[in-house]
């Protein structure tokens, strides 16, 4: 993917950062915490807060909350997860089916077969 053109045509001005960003996103294959990119990325947080937060406005990227942190991914399509409240675990399960709603992500709440 061409992250230049991609975050040029979203409005977004191209630096070496949000290419960085981009390709993070693009890599995981699930949602990756704040502090994880802080890490991966070796940027200071406010900076990473700050192009998380252009692209969620922008959307490009959903956020969704388990234990207290935010967890980000690239926004393809909506997006559902089952997060168990006491090992902290999200697993993606099927979307419900919401009909006449614009919904950008879920998050069920529950016990995990494992911790029961």
Not at 71 to 76: G, P, T
Not at 80 to 84: M, P, R, S
């Given at each position: 993917m061409n992250?230049?053109?991609f975050l040029e045509e979203q409005g977004i001005a191209f630096t070496a950062f949000r290419e960085r960003l981009m390709e993070i996103l693009t890599s995981v294959q699930k949602p990756i915490s704040y502090d994880e990119l802080v890490q991966l990325t070796s940027a200071n947080k406010t900076t990473v807060y700050r192009n998380l937060a252009l692209f969620e406005e922008k959307g490009i990227v959903?956020?969704?909350?388990n234990n207290r942190k935010n967890?980000?991914?690239?926004?393809?399509h909506a997006k559902?997860?089952?997060?168990?409240e006491k090992c902290h675990k999200m697993e993606e399960i099927s979307m419900p089916n919401l009909d006449k709603k614009h919904i950008k992500s879920v998050v069920v709440k529950g016990t995990c077969d494992e911790c029961l």
């Open positions: 992250f230049k053109d959903i956020s969704s909350e967890y980000y991914e690239l926004a393809h559902a997860y089952f997060v168990c």
